[in-house]
């Protein structure tokens, strides 16, 4: 037996050279990933990077143009059907008039073995919402009910595509202490997220999209290794990003709220740099570059 297949065979997860093209486009376009069993790996990259084709996929709701998708040694379409894969989408049909128990009791009812009902919203946080109509609910609560649902057949690995989309800080909070559970107990999980302090704090591993194009994969340090340079954080009143950006020794600014963030190449300079031009700057800090800062590094090459 080919070693490749072996590994195939033992993997929760396994894409080879998956491709999805529409209308000429490349949506994805060549991706190889392998995912063990028990890992959390954080799927990241700019919006059109082929995150949510490459989940599409991994589902069975798209076809790949070529490549092959396998979950558990299985089609994704078989492994969905059995309750293996449990999916947290960015949006779907939910039905207002119906409550939460009776949202989630629906889906009980396509598995073989699904969770007990009120196991299922005590892990996803719903357990005082079940008598309540999912119309009433807001935002954030809908995404726990799509948790729950994705919950309910008890599988093995869980996808999730920007599954805190609408939660506050709270509830964002909460939603990850629950799945900190989930993961103890050795299951899988890939998510797509546009927030990196989720996958900072919660991932073992990151790929990295561009393009439809593996670019980073590994650990969280790993990756951020691939951003040479430090990263400075003040505060800069009325900061301009692009009087900022032409500073010597910086690459890339980010403001947000009263808070900047300059990556730079030569900290020292640009340090120097910012309180010659902005001496009303306070609250500076100066750090190693993180997952943001090796973000913004390797979309950027696209450009280049």
Not at 109 to 135: F, I, N, S, W
């Amino acid at each position: 037996m080919d070693s490749t297949d072996t590994v195939t065979r033992g993997a929760a997860v396994s894409l080879r050279g998956l491709v999805k093209h529409f209308d000429g486009v490349h949506a994805v376009d060549g991706v190889d990933v392998t995912i063990a069993p028990g890992e959390v790996v954080a799927l990241l990259g700019p919006n059109g990077a082929g995150k949510s084709t490459t989940i599409d996929m991994l589902l069975g709701l798209a076809e790949p143009t070529g490549g092959t998708v396998s979950v558990f040694g299985r089609g994704p379409r078989e492994a969905v059907a059995s309750g293996l894969v449990g999916a947290m989408l960015q949006s779907g049909g939910l039905l207002d008039d119906a409550t939460v128990a009776e949202t989630v009791s629906l889906f009980r009812a396509m598995y073989p073995k699904p969770l007990p009902l009120k196991e299922t919203l005590t892990r996803a946080g719903l357990a005082e919402l079940a008598g309540r109509k999912v119309g009433a609910l807001s935002g954030g609560e809908k995404q726990r009910v799509r948790f729950a649902v994705a919950l309910v057949s008890d599988p093995d690995l869980l996808v999730l595509d920007e599954p805190t989309v609408a939660m506050d800080v709270e509830a964002r909070r909460e939603f990850w202490t629950a799945m900190r559970s989930y993961t103890d107990t050795g299951r899988t999980v890939v998510f797509a997220t546009h927030y990196l302090a989720e996958a900072e704090d919660y991932a073992d591993r990151v790929v990295l999209l561009r393009s439809g194009r593996v670019v980073a994969d590994g650990s969280v340090s790993q990756v951020r290794s691939l951003a040479a340079g430090r990263v400075i954080t003040a505060r800069i009143p009325q900061a301009d990003e692009g009087v900022l950006a032409m500073l010597p020794g910086v690459t890339s600014v980010l403001v947000r709220g009263e808070s900047t963030e300059l990556a730079c190449a030569d900290s020292d300079v640009a340090l120097r740099e910012l309180l010659a031009n902005h001496p009303q700057a306070h609250d500076i800090e100066v750090r190693g570059a993180g997952l943001e800062a090796a973000f913004v590094t390797l979309t950027r090459q696209e450009a280049a």
